[in-house]
């Protein structure tokens, strides 16, 4: 994009983005420094940097030491710091102090951030420029008035969403099906906002029940504004996305284009400056409403890369820099469809809870397609310390059909020992006729029955005993590729072992 950039980069981040960051810096000619936890020391991330700084705390505390990154930053003489996402990427008190220190912030600006964070904020302000926000009030934490409140609720009809203005992704923040349930839950957001550190103030929305979750990717340099049209991103679970993809072709293209041009309202109105999204819901009437800003990168920008052909980091990396866009919306367009899903080190079988152990074998999926972002390793540690999505898969198709039969056979084809995964639901969900005709909503699998249906069947955890066969069903088929890599064994023998063992797996 640039011919010159910046010499060298901090990631405040770990695992799958932290590589992926790696990978847009090396084809810049970027140099990369890593930090890392105590429990990532053996990391890939750590030894593809050119330069890695332990940190001192443990866990995902260790991330969030801002004092301490930025110290290793100005030591190791950066030009400037890419957060990821998660973490540290939406903190404002970072950004700053990173500007302060001299150094870049690869993200929008500290002043945006604290704007568009507050979903109350927000709100207000997309009264002031005429964007849709669903029907709801916001309530003051230093004048709580609980009955005015219920009253609010009572007005809108329930049910309806009772959350912290700074919450997100299911954190503080609770549904409300009926006006006996209402204080409880009000009380719930209160004392988990004040845990999780949020502002305390409260909105009570409308809930909508039958509702899309539609986001825009944007980008702008403070005067110039484009977006990289929309991903679907509905399938949910306990307000967690677990598959998302582009473009969403169960939305008309008018409602499209309405949230198109309010992002880009959106935009202008902060001046952002980098890359952000811009999170809708659409109701199944098809009016669509404001949701929040995410002022950051996003899990899902694979998504939009497969169909767009843009590197958005190295877009981040580009805006940072020369603090200009480097395209206009003209020179925007995408092909095709593209499909990302989740995979977690969860049991689906066990009511999702978590699962860690060791990789006792892996294989990865492959082909012209598919895309896979991850930081595992045969004999690497999977551990309760951080969050439980340990992969994604992002597959591209000519068509929406394509794209769903290069998932399923990505989903078949990754195989990983040692730890219970997501993968035989996430093969449950693209292949229910609900996923096919594009039936979805946030709703969907908030239903017990519907979770229960695509858990049905083979999503049982394996034995021990199974988990060994396929041990050593795995270490036979290496042994054997190696044989019939020197001609001892016929590749029509190893095809037909390799189908077998592949098989076990499924049972």
């Known amino acids: 994009m640039a011919i010159r950039q910046f010499n060298k980069i901090l990631i405040s981040n770990r695992s799958e983005i932290a590589l992926r960051i790696q990978a847009t810096c090396k084809s810049l000619g970027i140099k990369t420094v890593a930090i890392y936890a105590p429990e990532d020391a053996q990391a890939s991330y750590v030894y593809k940097a050119d330069e890695s700084y332990a940190l001192s705390l443990r866990g995902f505390q260790a991330y969030l030491n801002q004092e301490e990154i930025l110290s290793i930053a100005c030591n190791a003489g950066v030009d400037a710091i890419h957060p990821g996402y998660g973490f540290l ?94 204080d409880t839950a009000w009380h719930a957001v ?16 409308k809930y909508l029940p039958n509702a899309r979750h539609i986001e825009i990717q944007i980008a702008g340099d403070g005067k110039n504004f484009i977006h990289f049209f929309e991903r679907e991103c509905s399938v949910q679970r306990k307000h967690q996305k677990i598959v998302e993809e582009a473009p969403c072709s169960f939305v008309s293209q008018e409602t499209l284009d309405g ?16 890359i952000g999204t811009v999170e809708f819901l659409v109701a199944a009437t098809g009016e669509f409403y404001f949701l929040e800003v995410n002022a950051r990168l996003q899990v899902e920008h694979s998504v939009t890369e497969l169909t767009t052909g843009v590197d958005l980091i190295a877009l981040q990396i580009h805006v940072a820099f020369n603090e200009k866009l480097p395209m206009t919306q003209q020179e ?37 397609f598919v895309r896979v972002d991850h930081d595992l390793r045969h004999g690497g540690e999977i551990t309760p310390f951080f969050d439980a999505m340990i992969a994604k898969i992002t597959v591209q198709g000519a068509t929406r059909a394509h794209a769903l039969a290069n998932m399923l056979a990505a989903l078949n084809d990754f195989i990983l020992a040692g730890c219970t995964t997501n993968i035989s639901f996430l093969r449950a969900i693209i292949t229910s006729d609900v996923f096919i005709q594009g039936d979805i909503s946030t709703h969907w699998l908030l239903r017990s029955d519907v979770v229960a249906k695509l858990c049905a069947g083979d999503l049982a955890a394996p ?45």
């Open 89 to 182: 990427s939406e903190s404002s008190s970072f950004a700053k102090k990173v500007l302060a220190a001299g150094i870049v912030w690869i993200g929008p600006m500290p002043d945006t951030m604290v704007l568009i964070g507050d979903k109350a904020q927000a709100r207000a302000l997309m009264r002031m420029i005429n964007v849709p926000i669903n029907q709801g009030a916001e309530f003051k934490a230093v004048a709580f008035d609980l009955n005015a409140a219920k009253d609010c609720a009572q007005a809108l009809g329930y049910p309806v969403i009772i959350k912290d203005s700074l919450g997100g992704g299911g954190k503080a923040m609770r549904r409300v099906d009926h006006d006996i349930d209402f």
């Open 190 to 205: 209160l004392s988990e906002g004040k845990r999780l550190g949020f502002s305390g103030n409260i909105i009570v929305e």
């Open 259 to 274: 949230m198109y041009a309010a992002a880009i309202t959106i935009a202008q109105a902060v001046s952002y400056v980098n």
């Open 332 to 368: 925007v367009y995408r092909r095709g469809h593209a499909i990302e899903c989740r995979i977690y080190a969860e049991n689906p079988a066990n009511n999702f809870m978590p699962s860690v152990g060791t990789v006792q074998y892996l294989q990865v999926p492959r082909g012209p």
């Open 463 to 507: 034995t021990i005993d199974q988990e060994e066969l396929i041990i050593v069903a795995a270490a036979l088929h290496e042994a054997l590729a190696a044989r019939a890599m020197m001609g001892v064994v016929g590749h029509k023998e190893l095809h037909g072992v390799s189908k077998k063992w592949k098989q076990v797996l499924w049972k």
